[in-house]
């Protein structure tokens, strides 16, 4: 199975973004992860919109764009348009929290998370969910057939440089048979497995074992002292 490794910005210096997310690319990066925090959802706040839409200008490389917001549903197509113009925006990806899908007494429900991902498909961008770690993945089972993304938390979401959870295997696991399971049937799932939160060379072997394809890294790959070989030891077992 292919490993994509997806350096998250939240570990870059911003104060020279666009250097350092063309290190990352030199390094041998196969997406940009761009956390999108709101300071409601999680307790941080990170970047908007605008942001999306300078990096869509110089990035080459597909964007992982990762909700973390209530509400996504409200901004979903602005995050979409953000990544459209002269660049290919079916290569990038639009991931919600599938807890925050939905208004106030559907919130978190398969229906109002299905909802949101027609909506970002519908632009012409990839649609993904994540759920956090305390979230069981089995009730969202209904939703497979139409993510491209299917994203599980190692961390609780919010910060970077958290311990690894190890106990969040068995979504993977489950989600890779959800996939197998699908081949010998007539309608076949085709979402990619994403692993986030303190990915390294170790936790990495584990994810990738468990079924992850993607793995997101952040201080590991922005805080080395060589990057292009932080990004090698991570697809290197």
């Known amino acids: 199975m292919e490993i994509k490794i997806?350096?998250?910005?939240?570990?870059?210096?911003?104060?020279?973004?666009?250097?350092e997310i063309a290190d990352v690319v030199a390094a041998g990066a196969d997406l940009i992860h761009v956390d999108v925090m709101d300071g409601h959802f999680v307790p941080n706040i990170t970047i908007g919109v605008p942001v999306v839409a300078s990096l869509a200008k110089t990035v080459e490389l597909p964007l992982d764009v990762h909700l973390m917001i209530e509400n996504p549903e409200k901004f979903a197509e602005p995050f979409a348009d953000?990544?459209?113009?002269?660049?290919?925006?079916?290569?990038?990806?639009?991931?919600?929290?599938?807890?925050?899908?939905?208004?106030?007494g559907e919130q978190g429900s398969?229906?109002?998370?299905?909802?949101?991902?027609?909506?970002?498909?519908?632009?012409?961008?990839?649609?993904?969910?994540?759920?956090?770690?305390?979230?069981?993945?089995?009730q969202y089972e209904e939703a497979l057939s139409l993510a491209d993304m299917v994203l599980i938390m190692t961390v609780e979401p919010g910060f970077g440089g958290q311990k690894f959870?190890?106990?969040m295997m068995p979504k993977v696991k489950w989600?890779?048979?959800?996939?197998?399971?699908?081949?010998?049937?007539?309608?076949?799932?085709?979402?990619?497995?994403?692993?986030?939160?303190g990915i390294n060379s170790e936790t990495a072997k584990v994810a990738h074992d468990a079924g992850a394809g993607v793995l997101v890294a952040g201080n590991y790959v922005f805080k080395a002292e060589d990057r292009g070989e932080a990004v090698l030891s991570l697809k290197s077992f």
């Open 110 to 138: 398969v229906d109002a998370l299905k909802k949101c991902l027609e909506m970002i498909q519908a632009r012409g961008v990839k649609a993904g969910f994540s759920v956090k770690p305390g979230t069981p993945i089995e």
């Open 6 to 19: 997806a350096p998250s910005i939240l570990s870059a210096d911003f104060s020279k973004l666009g250097e």
């Open 82 to 104: 953000a990544l459209a113009g002269e660049r290919e925006i079916s290569q990038d990806y639009i991931v919600v929290h599938a807890e925050a899908c939905g208004a106030s």
């Open 165 to 167: 959870m190890e106990d």
């Open 175 to 197: 989600l890779r048979e959800k996939l197998e399971e699908s081949e010998k049937g007539d309608r076949k799932l085709a979402y990619e497995i994403q692993v986030d939160g």
